[in-house]
């Protein structure tokens, strides 16, 4: 009899010992860490927020992330924070040559507006092709002339936008590079961020990469990026993107500006399939 009770009792400790060692194992102390990848594809809440300088960067430089993001699911805004107005591409319209891209003599004298409008609409066309909601493509009303973003000026629009959708959305941007090498406004947002980030006014932050820029870049003590690779559904969404950059009615204020201004580069983008990011948490 005392032999079955002390059998009995060894199985009620073995029982209580296995339970309490599973509840520990589940405790975050255990947690396996996830992977810079499953945060990519798991980012925390459900409403991201894009913010590009001009008008391609969505594409060239957040392009991929979009495309993927919306198709787990999230509800993705787009912010456009400069007018795009500083660009070589506006003299090129009118320079009397004959251009292969387009297939026509660029006799085209362009105004100032007339050249932003032609901008806003690849863009906007840029974010509906990688799938991103209408109303959800946000040309900021308060955005800066080209090439004079600053870091002040770009925190407002952020935190602007956070006060809109919640300041538990998940902000996306521009890595802050090597400023002898990136632009000055892609600078100015990656800075923005980041500051706003250790503020504690950005909850989770995710920078990306310039691909045309990796290897230009003076590295320093900046960290590498992780690296992502797109699958060819998603590589399709990103052409018909490029697309619209691409795309040629002079009739109708199109003037393929963005290809004009970096099609090498967006061929590119298309041919690595790679989207380059760092995760702030």
């Not at 010992?17 to 809440?45: H, S, Y």
């Not at 580069?265 to 702030?280: D, G, P, Q, T």
Request: charge should be negative; charged fraction near 30%; glycine fraction near 6%.
């Amino acid at each position: 009899m005392n032999k079955k009770k002390y059998i009995i009792g060894i199985l009620i400790a073995v029982i209580v010992i296995g339970i309490a060692v599973a509840a520990i194992i589940k405790t975050p102390l255990f947690k396996k860490e996830k992977t810079a990848e499953e945060k990519l594809l798991e980012k925390p809440g459900k409403t991201l927020l894009y913010f590009s300088p001009h008008q391609d960067d969505e594409m060239l430089t957040e392009g991929i992330d979009i495309a993927v993001s919306i198709e787990n699911g999230y509800d993705v805004h787009v912010i456009l924070c400069t007018d795009g107005s500083i660009c070589n591409v506006k003299e090129k319209l009118n320079n009397g040559k004959h251009c292969k891209s387009c297939n026509t003599d660029h006799n085209y004298i362009v105004t100032t507006e007339e050249f932003i409008q032609s901008r806003d609409s690849e863009f906007i066309g840029s974010c509906l092709a990688l799938g991103v909601k209408r109303e959800n493509i946000n040309i900021e009303e308060t955005r800066m002339v080209d090439g004079s973003e600053t870091v002040e000026g770009t925190k407002e629009i952020i935190k602007k936008y956070l006060e809109l959708f919640g300041k538990n959305c998940t902000v996306c941007a521009v890595f802050p590079n090597d400023p002898e090498v990136q632009h000055r406004d892609h600078n100015a947002l990656g800075l923005a961020a980041t500051e706003l980030k250790d503020e504690g006014v950005i909850k989770n932050l995710y920078l990306f990469e310039e691909p045309y820029n990796l290897e230009k870049v003076s590295r320093g003590d900046r960290e590498e990026p992780n690296i992502y690779y797109a699958s060819d559904e998603i590589m399709t969404k990103l052409q018909k993107a490029v697309d619209e950059y691409h795309k040629w009615d002079s009739e109708n204020g199109r003037y393929a500006v963005g290809y004009h201004s970096a099609g090498e580069r967006m061929e590119n983008v298309l041919s690595e399939k790679a989207l380059y990011y760092h995760i702030y948490e």
